[in-house]
Nanobody
Framework: QVQLVESGGGLVQAGGSLRLSCAAS????????MGWFRQAPGKEREFVAH????????DYADSVKGRFTISRDNAKNTVYLQMNSLKPEDTGVYYC???????????????WGQGTQVTVSS
């Protein structure tokens, strides 16, 4: 089991940037495919991005392609989400999660962090 802790959220103006981090407090992320999801108020949790063990393959939701970048540093036991050109519709709680499956389905992820709030003002 891996326990995950997200950080880096905050309040930013539209067009700004944030970098989220997801660190493993116990266990190691190198054993897992890692994903980022987000949940806006009143909406279901949705896929944002995921990355393979080595970082050699990544994929993104259409809504964030070209603006967000997922990466990982297994030596630091940390996964990142660089978010640029933020829009108000990017507002929500962002979660990182670990899976043994390279999947965009949140139900395939068994280990979740507590989330970090991202608020983008217009």
């Amino acid at each position: 089991q891996v326990q995950l802790v997200e950080s880096g959220g905050g309040l930013v103006q539209a067009g700004g940037s944030l970098r989220l981090s997801c660190a493993a407090s116990t266990g190691t992320v190198s054993r897992y495919y890692m994903g980022w999801f987000r949940q806006a108020p009143g909406k279901e949790r949705e896929f944002v991005a995921h990355i393979t063990w080595s970082g050699g393959s990544v994929d993104y939701a259409d809504s964030v392609k070209g603006r967000f970048t997922i990466s990982r540093d297994n030596a630091k036991n940390t996964v990142y989400l660089q978010m640029n050109s933020l829009k108000p519709e990017d507002t929500g709680v962002y979660y990182c999660a670990a899976s043994y499956i390279y999947s965009t389905n949140r139900r395939d992820y068994s280990n979740w962090g507590q989330g970090t709030q991202v608020t983008v003002s217009s």
